[in-house]
C-alpha cells in the first residue's frame, strides 16, 4: 500500500505552520492522522524534530490544541511531530473502556486477536511514520521523544529500544513499569497475551536494565497525580538510572495533576532540554 498524504488542515502559528494529514498505514491497516508543527526556518540547515507520544484517550490534536508547546518550538527551531495513539475506524477493533483498544494503543506490537491485524503502533512509529516524515518534510535526522503518561511510556521505551534513533528523551507523569500496574497489565494481557516474559521489551524499568548505551532523560511528576500512586511509579525507574550511573532527572512538581495544565505548565522545559541536546 503505497503511503500518499493528504492535507486535513493547516493555520499559520508564531511564524510557522501547524498542519494535520492523513494517510494510509500498511503497518496498521488503516487510515491514520498525524499532526506537525514546522518552524519558520532558522538557517540552512534542516531543523531538528522532537516527537511527542500523548496518552490515554488522545489523538494528535490534545498536545497541539492544549500544550502550547508551538511558541516554544518555534523560538528554538524545533519540528514537533504528534501521531496518534492507537489506528483508528470502524474496521479497527474497540472497547468501551478509555484504557483498551481505541486511543489506548501502548506503543506496541500486539500478537493477539482481535488486536494484531491493526495495533501494531511499535512499528508504525519506529519505521513506517519516521520514513514517511523524511519523505516528506525537510528535516534533521537529529531526533529525540517525549511523551505524556502511557506516550511517557511510548517515548522512552522506543528511545531505550533504539539506542542512536534519539539523541533525548523526556516523560511528563509517564507510565515507567507498565508490566506491574493495573494500566499495563490489562492492556500487555490483551494484545501480548498471559506471557509475561513476551511483555518485558515494552517495560521501560526492564529495559533500562538491560540497556548497555545511554541517553539524557528528563522526567516531571506532579506529586497531586491521581495516577501517581496506583499507575506510574517514576521512582522506579529512578533507582535503576541511580544503580546504572545513567543521565536520568527526576523533578517532583509540588500540587500539580495528570493534567494537560501540568503538561503545559513544564512542556518548554522539555523542550529547551531537547534542543540543547539536539543543537550539541
Ligand atoms: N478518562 C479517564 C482518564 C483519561 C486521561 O486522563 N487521559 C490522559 C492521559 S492518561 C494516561 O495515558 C489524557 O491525556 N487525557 C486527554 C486530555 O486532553 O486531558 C478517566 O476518567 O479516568
Known amino acids: 500500500m503505497a503511503s500518499t498524504l493528504e492535507l486535513l488542515e493547516e493555520h499559520r502559528l508564531f511564524g510557522g505552520w501547524q498542519q494535520r494529514w492523513r494517510h494510509l498505514s500498511s503497518t496498521l491497516n488503516c487510515t491514520m492522522t498525524f499532526s506537525i508543527f514546522l518552524p519558520a526556518p532558522q538557517g540552512e540547515s534542516p531543523p531538528p524534530v522532537v516527537w511527542f507520544l500523548s496518552g490515554l484517550t488522545c489523538t494528535d490534536e490534545n498536545f497541539t490544541t492544549k500544550s502550547g508547546a508551538q511558541r516554544v518550538a518555534a523560538e528554538l527551531g524545533l519540528v514537533l511531530v504528534m501521531p496518534d495513539t492507537s489506528p483508528r475506524g470502524a474496521e479497527v477493533p474497540n472497547e468501551e473502556a478509555y484504557d483498551l483498544g481505541q ?29 514517511l516524515i523524511a519523505d516528506n518534510f525537510n528535516i534533521s535526522d537529529r531526533q529525540a521523544i517525549a511523551g505524556h503518561s502511557m506516550g511517557g511510556h511510548g517515548a522512552i521505551m522506543l528511545a531505550l529500544r533504539n539506542p542512536g534513533r534519539f539523541v533525548s528523551a523526556s516523560a511528563l507523569a509517564p507510565i515507567v513499569n507498565p508490566c506491574t500496574v493495573p494500566w499495563g497489565e490489562k492492556a500487555f494481557r490483551a494484545y501480548l497475551g498471559d506471557d509475561r516474559q513476551a511483555w518485558l521489551p515494552y517495560d521501560s524499568c526492564w529495559l533500562m536494565r538491560q540497556a548497555t548505551q545511554t541517553l539524557p532523560i528528563l522526567i516531571d511528576q506532579g506529586d497531586s497525580d491521581q495516577f501517581l500512586a496506583d499507575q506510574l511509579h517514576p521512582e522506579r525507574l529512578e533507582e535503576i538510572a541511580i544503580e546504572k550511573n545513567w543521565p536520568l532527572t527526576l523533578r517532583i512538581q509540588p500540587g500539580y495533576d495528570h493534567s494537560y495544565y501540568f503538561i503545559a505548565s513544564f512542556i518548554e522545559d522539555h523542550l529547551r532540554f531537547h534542543a540543547t541536546h539536539l543543537r550539541a
Open 103 to 131: 486511543g489506548a494503543g501502548f506503543y506496541l506490537n500486539a500478537t493477539q486477536a482481535p488486536w494484531a491485524t491493526h495495533f501494531q503502533m511499535y512499528d508504525y512509529l519506529s519505521a513506517e511514520l519516521p520514513a
